[in-house]
């Protein structure tokens, strides 16, 4: 570079001089940069020292081929650095990710190789014997606890023979593996309690459980013919095979499992109320809530999870306006409330800004704009509102039946005093272009004096961002 080339010769020169190296370094050198560049995670350097020694077809791990760290860093010709207060391996610069990954043919099969280190690792007859009561087990494996959290996700992106071969062998007996234990800890996101949680428990979390969670589609076939299953057993998160992959987006698994007869695609689990389709219908995907909506059995209206909530409401929240058509072309009232709250589709819609769901929402004839939630008393235009949403609130506001007045049952504030409150002046200004938006102040409610959008607006610049509102009377 002092002679004037760029980062890139100086890549190219340094990797020539990489795959020159003598003995086994060129390959535990490029071996490395394909970790460092392909992993779901960044990978600390114990880690990778363990799967870089682990030999492929091999029963038990040979400790003797675990390189040492400065060996590692010695073969890679200072591509790759150890931060010293994480232990983390990581490229030297973050150009060098993208000059590696621009040459395809620079590793060959990145994800099948890092797979079927993986499964390797984990069906070690060390392993096997692990308990997950053990402290030391990380300190004796340590790429175990990313083997078994990400080895499913290597696979699914590139299922060969032999990864395929040693899932196998793994998932006949997941649920006695301590991989099974470590994936759904990491599901919880909370280590420390997870681990604790499950340590002294069957996880209920299954091979087939874990196929459909990685969404392993080129082996589910054989899985379900590995053992007699029960297709409806929950783990111990409460969840089934079919909730885990539609959980996951995992649309061509979730084709596999409705298929059978024994499936149940309105069972909730066990701890929880959300059924497939409203957990689907909640992630947009479109894909899934066809297929489920073609099983006759399946309620497109069936409320779930502790709100009462429906899959349209859950749509709608969410901005998805493909399922949210889909959902209304079976017949669903779109005037329907949460169980606990009572709020409608549209106001969900109004209150996260979701331009498109309130526009085919307010396509339906028998759509009430100025339906209230039963919590607050308060409409779809007074939380959009609220929230700045200024292109819902213009949508609304040029429909004639909306009342800009209407006033919540609580604190009796109406769509301006919510917008001025919170200092939304484009929203402000929209509702005061409408002829019939009284500015001036209203009765508050429970025993509260009068208040105007003027008073609050004063009080909200003079206060700014303390969260407690302060009522004042205004002559």
């Known amino acids: 570079m002092t002679q004037g080339n760029g980062l890139s010769d100086a890549y190219t020169a340094t990797l020539t001089r990489l795959k020159a190296q003598k003995g086994n370094r060129a390959g535990l050198g490029l071996n490395s940069l394909m970790w460092i560049v392909h992993s779901e995670r960044p990978i600390r350097a114990e880690e990778l020292c363990h799967a870089l020694g682990v030999k492929i077809r091999s029963t038990d791990l040979d400790r003797e081929n675990v390189p040492p760290v400065r060996t590692l ?3 890679c010709l200072g591509l790759l650095t150890v931060e010293e207060s994480s232990s983390i391996v990581r490229l030297v610069h973050f150009t060098l990710k993208e000059y590696l990954s621009s040459d395809p043919s620079l590793f060959h099969n990145p994800h099948s190789t890092i797979a079927e280190v993986c499964l390797t690792y984990l069906n070690f007859r060390s392993v096997w014997d692990l308990s997950p009561t053990r402290s030391s087990t990380y300190l004796e494996m340590p790429l175990l606890r990313y083997a078994s959290v990400y080895w499913g996700e290597h696979a699914a992106r590139d299922t060969r023979e032999n990864v395929k071969r040693l899932a196998l062998r793994l998932l006949e007996r997941f649920d006695d593996h301590i991989s099974a234990q470590l994936l759904l800890c990491s599901l919880d996101g909370n280590w420390p309690w997870a681990e604790y949680h499950y340590r002294n428990e069957n996880t209920g979390f299954t091979g087939l459980h874990a196929v459909a969670y990685f969404g392993l589609v080129e082996i589910v ?16 998160e409460g969840r089934t095979a079919l909730m885990w992959a539609v959980v996951r987006g995992k649309g061509e698994v979730v084709n596999v499992l409705l298929k059978l007869e024994d499936v149940d695609p309105n069972h909730a689990g066990t701890g929880h109320f959300d059924t497939p389709l409203l957990v689907a219908a909640k992630g947009g995907h479109e894909g899934i809530v066809k297929m489920l909506l073609k099983r006759k059995e399946v309620d497109p209206v069936r409320a779930g999870n502790l709100y009462g909530q429906m899959p349209l409401s859950q749509a709608a929240k969410g901005g998805h306006e493909g399922v949210v058509k889909m959902l209304l072309e079976e017949g669903v009232d779109p005037n329907q409330g949460d169980h606990l709250g009572g709020r409608t589709p549209l106001l969900w819609a109004a209150m996260r800004g979701h331009e498109g769901v309130v526009k085919i929402l307010l396509e339906r004839k028998e759509i009430d704009p100025n339906q209230p939630d039963t919590e607050y008393g308060r409409t779809p235009l007074s939380w959009a509102a609220e929230g700045g949403h200024e292109g819902v609130v213009k949508i609304l506001l040029e429909r004639e039946e909306i009342d800009p007045n209407q006033a919540d049952t609580v ?13 939304r002046e484009g929203a402000v200004k929209l509702l005061l272009e409408r002829e019939d938006v009284d500015p001036e102040p209203v009765d508050g409610l429970c025993g509260t004096p ?6 609050l607006l004063g009080i909200r610049l003079a206060v700014g961002r303390v969260a407690i509102l302060i009522c004042v009377e205004v002559e």
């Open 73 to 75: 860093l010695a073969s």
């Open 411 to 423: 604190y009796g504030w109406t769509p301006l005093s919510w917008a001025a409150r919170e200092r």
């Open 221 to 236: 076939a054989a899985v379900l013919e590995m053992k007699e299953w029960d297709f409806n057993a929950a783990d111990a």
């Open 450 to 455: 009068p208040v105007s959008p003027r008073s």
